[in-house]
């Protein structure tokens, strides 16, 4: 980051404080018995996956790894038209779409499905909290058949 950016690193702390207590009350709901199982979900940070040496290399690679951006994405959802349609759109027009009122979104990494969840608003910003993940196994899965 530049150093002009420090002015707004103020504002990003206080949004991010909203988003922890959102997290928080989050727990505390799920104290309740309806706590979701994983890592992540539960506040945890998610711990990188080890070869079996605990050399310092490794360990720099991994973290090399860990830096790079990924896009991610939320789908609410998605719909064919034709070109036709799409000339004819304008500001107020309504495209109607696969997925169902209150239906979990996809969450995306790089185009690939890696959870599902549900929308969540936080001091008028919008987030999702994921209710489905999916497992590292099917994830590699999914990716091998394509």
Same mark, same amino acid.
């Given at each position: %980051?530049?150093?002009?950016?420090?002015?707004?690193?103020?504002?990003? /702390? /206080?949004? %991010?404080? /909203?988003?922890?207590?959102? +997290? &928080?009350? #989050?727990?505390?709901?799920?104290?309740?018995?309806?706590? #979701?199982?994983?890592?992540? @979900?539960?506040?945890?940070?998610?711990?990188? $996956?080890?070869?079996?040496?605990?050399?310092?290399?490794?360990?720099? /690679?991994?973290?090399? *790894?860990? !830096?790079?951006?990924?896009? @991610?994405?939320?789908? +609410?959802?998605?719909?064919? =038209?034709?070109?036709?349609?799409? &000339?004819?759109?304008?500001?107020?027009?309504?495209?109607? @779409? !696969?997925?169902?009122?209150?239906?979990?979104?996809? =969450?995306?990494?790089?185009?690939? @499905?890696?959870? #599902?969840?549900? *929308?969540?608003? =936080?001091? !008028?910003? $919008?987030?999702?909290? +994921?209710? !489905?993940?999916?497992?590292?196994?099917?994830? &590699?899965?999914?990716?091998?058949?394509?």
């Amino acid at each position: %980051m530049a150093t002009e950016d420090i002015p707004g690193e103020a504002a990003a /702390d /206080d949004g %991010m404080a /909203d988003w922890a207590e959102a +997290l &928080l009350e #989050q727990k505390s709901g799920d104290a309740d018995g309806d706590a #979701q199982n994983g890592t992540v @979900l539960s506040g945890e940070s998610p711990r990188p $996956f080890s070869s079996g040496s605990s050399s310092d290399g490794s360990a720099q /690679d991994i973290n090399m *790894v860990l !830096d790079i951006p990924v896009q @991610l994405s939320v789908e +609410l959802g998605r719909t064919k =038209v034709p070109i036709k349609h799409i &000339l004819q759109l304008g500001q107020g027009s309504v495209v109607e @779409l !696969d997925a169902l009122a209150g239906e979990p979104m996809d =969450v995306l990494v790089n185009g690939y @499905l890696i959870a #599902q969840g549900e *929308v969540v608003v =936080v001091n !008028d910003k $919008f987030g999702i909290r +994921l209710t !489905d993940v999916v497992t590292p196994s099917e994830r &590699l899965r999914r990716v091998s058949k394509n």
